[in-house]
């Protein structure tokens, strides 16, 4: 309190002895703030006053001196004065002195500055806890107290309301920053620099006052906001720090770094995933990257602000709960977002995906941008995108394989699975595969292969499709190696040749049964050499036949014994000529001694019918048997049948009627005729009948005997 306390004291003057001066010694005066105002009253005889005080000492004048616990007043002699000074006045002279000040304000400030420091420490907690109650300090005793400590002060001149009333609006401006932080939805940002400023100006003021500035460092009283020198405010001063980053940015962009600020500051991971849910959706490419620096940061680090309108940052000092996990977007992901998978579905859009998450790489053009797509996907997503090369596909099923290698050349330039490992080389290796696999299959060969010219078409430019692949061609999980898929062309390019001669007319006159001519449009068609009949693979290469090596199959080969006996020898020829591996097929069996051949007739006796079924030989294809007449038989030959046939070049048309045959086309060839029939070197003669059915029957027999 500022109070004035009197010290009566009586000196007591030696009898004898001139003396000089008189001085009184005031000990255990009781501690005072700041200026000590002593008044000391003129004695009853005369003397001059010497006291330690910056104005002119005088007796009944107010003097300033400083607070001290020990005071000495000297009443010296004055000139002139008789030698019995102060005897001659008084032998106990009384010496009255007023002290006048802030007595007891060390303890009132000690108060002051413990109750205040207290109250610091609890915003601090209110700002760990991240409370959203309202604004509760400086207390009501607080400010009471300080009231009382600046009026008294005042009434002695010290100067305290400053000091003060800085450390009360200091403690008002930051709790208020906490409630207007916590207690909106969304976060408002509070103004760092006046809640600086206002702290600032409180430290000046206590650092100034010579009565506050000892009690408010033994009080350990926070003289400032910043993180470094903060001490009993940590959490406090790591909120002004980030609000001043945030102050910083433009007026648009601060909302947005309010909502990651509140998140990076939450207590639990609770709260961090509600603060999560309230953060803005993910605005484009560039905010979903941005997000994945949040996940595990280091303290201190200088984050970027997701979805700000301008690259910026915010240098968080510590996390109690940071975002963790795996980094990217998604059901298992850490990365900070409102909604796991809705956020992912959006971000797979942002790459231009389907629903599915499935990139369409529609031209072989949009393959490096489809990899650099991938590649961030990959970095953002938990689930990465999947490569839908089915457009760079398309319609390959329905093409030649010239066309496939062509457009598998293209694919590949950019996107090679035999030297990269990505999910396009992957989706393109895969897809090649399935197409390889459906453009093999022996129904899908047997239908785009079924002529000799239907194979240099599907296979021409494409023999080496297969060098495309990795790695084997599989096919519904079995392995389907290269020699497979040329024992399939094969297959189909036999039954090719089979249809050949008959299909492209080379010999009408002899059902297609004519092996060298056959031989010989392969030549033209596929462009071989006079004596090769091939162009076969190596066996341990991934080549394909062009074309494969010659030959029929057994059926047709069959045929020859049946219907055509005469193309056996052309088609043992081929074998024999043809170059190493170019003849891959049957031959005829070799005609064995005193056995009939199917194409052979024995005439025995007239009237005695010899019968043949021209088995299996098809309709309207000529065929030559051999005839061997008896010793009885005649040299009238009827040739009938149940069914019109041709012989030679002439269409029988002749219909008769047979007693054991019944109705019947009949035609009389005369042995003895040269024109008529064909006589063989060995004595025997050759016909050429054409049916008019398969299967068709014929009966031989003699008229009438006639010797030559």
């Not at 303890?107 to 420091?117: C, V």
């Not at 490096?368 to 996907?377: E, H, I, K, N, Y």
């Not at 090649?432 to 299959?441: A, I, N, P």
Request: hydrophobic share 40%; charged share 25%; proline share 8%.
């Amino acid at each position: 309190r500022c109070d004035t306390m009197l010290v009566s004291q009586e000196l007591q003057v030696p009898p004898e002895g001139a003396l000089s001066d008189l001085r009184l010694t005031l000990r255990d005066v009781p501690e005072a703030v700041g200026q000590l105002r002593v008044l000391v009253r003129r004695p009853r005889f005369p003397a001059r006053l010497q006291l330690d005080t910056e104005s002119t000492p005088d007796f009944d004048k107010v003097l300033e001196v400083p607070a001290r616990r020990q005071l000495t007043v000297v009443l010296v002699r004055p000139r002139g004065a008789a030698d019995d000074w102060p005897r001659a006045y008084c032998a106990a002279c009384r010496v009255d002195v007023e002290l006048t000040g802030l007595f007891g304000a060390r303890e009132g400030l000690r108060g002051f500055f413990a109750r205040a420091t207290a109250e610091a420490a609890a915003i601090d907690s209110a700002f760990s806890r991240q409370a959203s109650e309202r604004a509760e300090h400086p207390s009501p005793a607080l400010r009471e107290l300080a009231t009382g400590l600046s009026a008294e002060a005042k009434r002695c001149g010290v100067p305290l309301q400053t000091a003060l009333g800085g450390v009360l609006e200091a403690l008002a401006q930051l709790d208020a920053a906490r409630a207007r932080f916590y207690a909106t939805d969304p976060p408002q940002l509070p103004d760092a620099a006046a809640l600086q400023k206002a702290w600032e100006s409180a430290a000046t003021a206590v650092e100034t006052s010579p009565a506050a500035q000892p009690e408010a460092r033994a009080a350990g009283w926070p003289f400032s906001l910043r993180l470094r020198a903060a001490g009993k405010l940590r959490r406090a001063g790591e909120h002004v720090a980030l609000w001043s980053q945030i102050a910083q940015l433009p007026p648009e962009d601060q909302a947005v770094a309010m909502r990651w600020m509140a998140l990076a500051l939450a207590a639990d991971p609770a709260a961090l995933e509600a603060r999560a849910a309230a953060l803005p959706p993910i605005r484009d490419v560039a905010d979903a990257e941005a997000r994945l620096e949040w996940v595990d940061p280091r303290p201190g680090t200088a984050l970027p602000i997701p979805g700000a309108s301008k690259p910026a940052t915010l240098a968080v000092p510590d996390f109690r709960a940071p975002p963790s996990g795996k980094r990217c977007i998604g059901g298992v992901g850490g990365v900070p977002v409102r909604d796991r998978e809705a956020e992912a579905h959006a971000v797979a859009a942002m790459l231009g995906a389907d629903a599915r998450q499935r990139l369409r790489i529609a031209t072989a053009g949009d393959l490096p941008g489809a990899r650099q797509t991938l590649r961030r996907a990959r970095a953002l997503l938990c689930e990465p995108l999947v490569a839908d090369v089915t457009p760079l596909f398309f319609g390959l099923e329905q093409k030649e394989l010239g066309a496939v290698n062509a457009r598998l050349e293209a694919i590949y330039a950019d996107v090679d699975p035999r030297r990269q490992n990505d999910e396009i080389a992957r989706a393109v290796a895969t897809r090649t595969s399935e197409l390889l696999c459906k453009l093999f299959e022996p129904e899908v060969l047997q239908k785009r292969v079924n002529s000799v010219v239907g194979y240099r078409i599907f296979v021409e430019g494409g023999t080496r499709v297969l060098d495309f692949l990795p790695g084997p061609l599989f096919c519904d999980h079995k392995g389907v190696p290269a020699r497979e898929v040329r024992r399939r062309l094969r297959d189909a390019y036999r039954a090719a040749l089979d249809r050949h001669a008959a299909a492209d007319r080379l010999c009408p006159v002899r059902g297609g049964k004519c092996p060298e001519e056959v031989a010989t449009s392969v030549r033209r068609l596929f462009s071989l050499d006079r004596f090769d009949l091939a162009a076969p693979a190596p066996p341990e290469s991934r080549a394909l036949d062009y074309p494969p090596p010659f030959g029929f199959s057994e059926e047709w080969v069959r045929k020859l014994d049946r219907c055509a006996r005469e193309a056996c020898d052309a088609l043992l020829r081929l074998r024999n000529e043809a170059p190493q591996g170019q003849f891959d097929g049957p031959v005829c069996a070799p005609p064995v001694e005193g056995v009939s051949q199917p194409q052979d007739v024995t005439l025995e006796r007239p009237e005695s019918p010899a019968t043949i079924t021209l088995s299996s030989c098809e309709a309207h294809a000529g065929v030559r048997l051999t005839l061997h007449r008896g010793q009885e038989a005649g040299t009238l030959v009827s040739i009938a049948s149940a069914h019109p046939f041709r012989y030679g070049s002439e269409t029988v048309t002749r219909l008769g009627r047979h007693p054991q045959l019944g109705r019947i086309f009949e035609r009389v060839a005369d042995l003895a005729d040269p024109g008529d029939v064909s006589r063989r070197g060995d004595g025997n003669w050759e016909v050429a009948l054409t049916p008019t059915v398969e299967n068709q029957v014929f009966w031989f027999f003699t008229l009438r005997r006639r010797d030559y």
